[in-house]
């Protein structure tokens, strides 16, 4: 039996021990799903109305296919890149996501942490959990962005893009489809508020998902960490904090505001949301970095284009005068090289490493980094590409 059988070590480590079973992005959401209440899981993993939006940012990526070159030395293989003049291991920034702590107490903190490690960005969400001091002290040395929503209570906002500027934050990224919070029907079933509120049906999940709610209940308070100090004065709860968020959100942004940001902020801007070839060229226009072609990951307009549709066009209008992040949909290595060849710098992914984070904590989002980047580099290799200068617009096509 020795010679033709070994048994696994056995991992001691049980957050290691349960992604062994993983296979791909896909295995870490059911992970994730058997660990989480379902109110939680629903708000990482859910969308707009009918979800159709979402589903469609995965799915159209399959519809286009390689156009692979054999016998070319792929012996060696490079993923780095550039990304608003400075390098990148690897044409990966990690989204902004909002209340990341719902799925893991040190939340956002440990995607900072796993970014700094990775030598790649991490977008700070207006409404993360943890400050933006908090994170730039987890993700020092690290490439730190801000995201940011345009609200009505300016001052708020000219706030913590001071804090983001003195903490030494590399970018502004403005999110720009969010005039009005999308309706995410999930949510609405299961009553899902920020912060949780506990009634008979979260116990009941809580008794479900004993791990999460030991967690939970012994973990400080959650809250919108970069907001809740600008109300301490009043002594605003957590639960006015919330409805103060959701009365902030500003439906009579224009383009006219990035200028106001422009004086605000000496560092590159970002505008994510973008969702035409009209707006990426007026992005251009108002003198941006990059822009993040971007639906929201199908949690605003549903019917919304697909970022992965929309990268060639864009490209072909604009490509010469902006840096381009597709964002949306992203599973595989494959997906990144694929948008690469249409026309992005890079490419964002947000509910990717939130499963691994609800499958795994930090080390999930550190597993979720290594197969994409692992999955980057044996598409590479297949498909006969050696470095990111060789990814054109002939490495791959549509699909019939």
């Not at 943890?130 to 001052?155: C, H, L, M, T």
């Not at 999308?182 to 920020?194: A, H, P, Q, S």
């Not at 999460?212 to 109300?231: E, K, Q, S, Y």
């Not at 004086?263 to 070839?277: A, E, N, Y």
Request: glycine fraction near 10%; charged fraction near 25%; hydrophobic fraction near 45%.
């Amino acid at each position: 039996m020795r010679s033709v059988v070994r048994f696994r070590s056995f991992e001691r480590d049980s957050d290691l021990r349960r992604m062994q079973r993983a296979a791909n992005v896909d295995d870490l959401r059911l992970i994730a799903r058997r660990r989480l209440p379902r109110g939680v899981f629903d708000y990482i993993d859910g969308a707009a109305e009918d979800e159709i939006t979402m589903d469609r940012n995965q799915a159209d990526y399959r519809s286009w296919e390689f156009a692979p070159a054999v016998l070319r030395d792929v012996g060696r293989i490079d993923t780095s890149a550039e990304l608003l003049g400075k390098p990148l291991p690897f044409p990966l920034v990690l989204a902004p996501t909002g209340f990341t702590r719902i799925v893991e107490p040190p939340g956002e903190l440990s995607v900072a942490r796993a970014a700094a490690r990775r030598g790649i960005p991490y977008a700070l969400s207006t409404l993360g959990t943890r400050s933006i001091e908090e994170v730039a002290e987890a993700g020092a040395g690290g490439r730190n962005w801000f995201q940011v929503y345009v609200w009505k209570d300016r001052g708020m906002v000219r706030n913590m893009i001071e804090r983001a500027a003195a903490a030494g934050y590399e970018a502004l990224c403005i999110t720009v489809d969010l005039a009005v919070p999308g309706r995410r029907e999930r949510d609405v079933r299961n009553g899902m508020t920020l912060p949780p509120k506990l009634g008979l049906d979260m116990l009941i999940e809580g008794m479900l998902k004993p791990s999460w709610t030991w967690r939970f209940i012994t973990a400080d308070p959650i809250t919108f960490a970069n907001v809740v100090g600008l109300h301490e004065q009043d002594g605003s709860s957590a639960v006015e904090l919330a409805s103060l968020v959701n009365d902030q959100f500003d439906p009579s942004l224009s383009w006219s505001d990035i200028e106001w940001f422009r004086s605000l902020w000496d560092g590159p801007i970002i505008i994510k949301g973008i969702q035409s070839v009209a707006d990426a060229r007026r992005a251009v226009e108002h003198g941006v970095e990059a822009i993040a072609v971007s639906n929201h990951g199908g949690r605003q307009l549903e019917g919304a284009p697909t970022p992965i549709g929309l990268i060639e066009p864009i490209a072909q209008e604009v490509g010469g005068s902006v840096e381009i992040i597709c964002d949306g949909g992203i599973r595989r290595g494959s997906d990144i090289l694929k948008a690469l060849a249409l026309g992005a710098r890079a490419v964002m992914a947000g509910r990717a490493y939130l499963y691994g984070l609800g499958a795994g904590g930090e080390k999930g989002v550190d597993w979720v980094l290594d197969f994409l980047d692992e999955g980057m580099r044996r598409t590479m290799a297949l498909a006969g590409v050696r470095s990111l200068a060789e990814v054109n617009r002939q490495l791959v096509r549509r699909r019939r």
